[in-house]
């Protein structure tokens, strides 16, 4: 969507603080030993507190409030009773809801407990890569530059990046136009952000996958060629100079 009064850009702070705040929280609350249902059934309360709703579940009809992957799992895990979490483990959250009528999204990896295997390099990557790319993105850039970035980055660090995970516009729905805004510059891509517009970066920093692929349960994504991945994601509002991080509460950063 794009910001034409101060009521959205009101309606879409809210709806970014609803995220936000419930990601922070279930990365706080997430502790060995605890299943990822139990984690869900935790961001669920939160959200219900707020007045949201889950945007995967409205959306898709995803079986779950909030997507939690471990490990391998590159995206879209489904909470479960049986997947029970462990020290040093890769944990990614995405959560995404509506309020109100506007929509926000963000996410964020990170290692449990002792980085016992040697994940957090790859996660501060992934939240460094996120930052830069972000305070780069103003009115009249092009969308594959900020990909271009993205890849460009990735690769000095060692890492490759997954190129069917994209950010995407968010405001009125979970996805809108700009449809695709790609980790990699994707040429084809002509588009420019747009002064105003509200849309969700993320980075997909991935340790030997360049692309993603779906697990017979219809949901979770894992890498095509295995290994890890780190991802970030802040919805902002894009200005003529740095933009509006309407989700920095949910600290990726810190």
Known sequence: MSI????????????????????????????????TKQLDDYGAKILSDFGARSAPYLTYGFPGWTCISVNNEFCHGIPSDKRILKEGELINIDVSAELDGFWADNGGSFVLGKDINRHQQLVDASKQILHKAIFNIKGGVRISDIGYLIETEAKKRGYKVIKNLTGHGVGRS?????????NYRDRLNLTRFKKNAVVAIETFIS?????????????????NK????????????????EPIILTEMNGVWN
């Not at 295995?226 to 100079?241: P, W």
């Open 226 to 241: 295995g290994g890890l991945m780190a991802q970030h994601e802040h919805t902002i509002v894009v200005t003529d100079g």
């Open 4 to 35: 034409t009064k101060e009521t959205e850009l009101i309606g879409m702070k809210k709806a970014s603080e609803a995220v936000a705040y419930t990601l922070k929280k279930m990365r706080d609350y997430a502790q060995p030993g605890m299943t």
């Open 174 to 182: 979970l996805h809108e136009e700009p449809g695709e805004i790609a």
């Open 207 to 223: 340790t030997t996958s360049t692309y993603a692929m779906t697990l017979n349960d219809g949901w979770t994504m894992v890498g």
